[in-house]
């Protein structure tokens, strides 16, 4: 499947500050409850003052389906994401699409503008989305000044290096049940949230992205998701989000890892 190009150029501006800001009576920004949760999700890549400066900064809505960026661009900056999720991913000649990652509000991406002047991958939202850009020269001159967050930015930048790496070894050697099953717990960890009756994954993820994530057909994925289903590991509706039976999943996957699928 070609990725499907969006025009861009119609994001709206959010404001001067953050929605979640306000002016005390002396005029000056003041942070919210709900602007301290964006700083705290923040701070799990980048501490101190230089999160709360992030944070601060204005952002601009995104459409769904609208393309942050595309590969062969200029790379001069990063982004924050405040509300939504965006996938960052690399599309083949033939028109095939590999999901990279997907970010979750709180997460920073493109970072690889670090590493080239070009980007190498695209990004694109798959819900509305809120999202601050960050200039790589701004973002290097504060980081001069903040040790501590220069260590948090390389640590993220391994961190997802490990990852990049540990995905290419599943899509290498494993059958695609345990990619798909392995995935859909990595996505529960990072986008669930936890009920009695299961953990729902907080996002509507579409065949097609769970295909592009394993590097697999949608109508393959399809099938397996209807195993999976009958087997009563998870439960979703049409077109609805995923419920993910956590320990009744994970012990799937370890039955599966001995003799394969």
Do not use: W
């Not at 057909?217 to 979703?236: F, H, K, P, Q």
């Not at 077109?239 to 994970?250: T, Y």
């Amino acid at each position: 499947m070609r990725a499907t190009t969006v025009e861009r150029g119609t994001t709206e501006p959010v404001g001067a500050t953050a929605p979640a800001a306000r002016a005390g009576p002396s005029g000056r920004i003041t942070l919210t409850p709900a602007h301290d949760v964006q700083c705290l999700e923040l701070s799990g890549t980048l501490r101190g003052t230089l999160c709360e400066q992030l944070s601060r900064r204005p952002a601009r809505r995104v459409l769904h389906g609208e393309f942050l960026y595309l590969a062969g661009e200029p790379a001069r900056s990063l982004y924050f994401l405040r509300r939504g999720l965006v996938k960052t991913s690399r599309v083949a000649p033939d028109g095939r699409e590999l999901i990279l990652q997907l970010h979750r509000p709180g997460e920073i991406f493109g970072e690889l503008c670090f590493c080239t002047g070009e980007r190498r991958e695209q990004a694109a939202a798959l819900e509305a989305s809120e999202v601050v850009e960050i200039p790589r020269h701004d973002l290097l001159a504060q980081l001069a000044r903040s040790p501590e967050g220069m260590l948090d930015l390389i640590a993220l930048t391994c961190e997802r290096l490990a990852d990049a790496q540990a995905r290419l070894e599943s899509v290498s050697f494993e059958p695609v049940m345990e990619r798909l099953v392995r995935t859909l717990l990595r996505v529960a960890d990072a986008l669930g949230e936890a009920a009695p009756e299961g953990t729902h994954i907080a996002h509507y993820i579409t065949q097609e992205a769970l295909a592009q994530l394993i590097a697999a057909r949608r109508e393959v994925v399809s099938g397996l998701l209807n195993r999976l289903r009958d087997r009563g590991l998870i439960d979703y509706p049409r077109k609805g989000r995923i419920r993910v039976h956590r320990q009744a999943l994970e012990a799937y996957l370890h039955s599966l890892a001995p003799l394969g699928d």
